[in-house]
């Protein structure tokens, strides 16, 4: 673990922060690009929710800024409820956007289990 603006940050907590809504955002966006109708709604409200945490982490990290409040907010989370509370929200959207009879790539979906597989793993294994 290292410390890095006084937050203890492990592999899975910055998979969680940043790497996990950056993928879902990728696959929300070709969602809609090869989706069509229904799907293209869900992935459209993936998407809104996978950018909302990347736009306040990239914001400015200062003291008392609503980016370091989220960091904090995710590791306190992570350490008392679950890290799910954060992933569920991101994607569930996605998951319902294969619903559709013409959602458009099957490897999208494919990608989001492996990523939640990865999450799952990480977070055993305490990484």
Do not use: K, N
């Not at 955002?25 to 799907?39: E, P, T, V, Y």
Request: no cysteine; hydrophobic share 65%; aromatic share 10%.
């Amino acid at each position: 673990m290292s410390e890095i603006s006084g937050i203890d940050l492990t592999v899975h907590v910055l998979a969680l922060v940043i790497a996990f809504p950056v993928l879902i955002a990728f696959l929300a966006f070709a969602r809609i690009s090869l989706g069509h109708g229904l799907a293209r709604v869900m992935a459209a409200v993936a998407l809104f929710l996978a950018a909302i945490p990347l736009v306040i982490i990239f914001s400015r990290l200062e003291q008392d800024s609503l980016a370091l409040r989220y960091v904090l907010l995710l590791e306190r989370m992570t350490r008392t409820i679950g890290w799910a509370a954060f992933v569920v929200p991101v994607s569930v959207p996605l998951a319902l956007s294969a619903l559709g009879r013409r959602h458009g790539g099957r490897w999208i979906d494919i990608a989001h289990l492996a990523a939640l597989v990865l999450l799952v793993l990480l977070w055993y294994f305490g990484i």
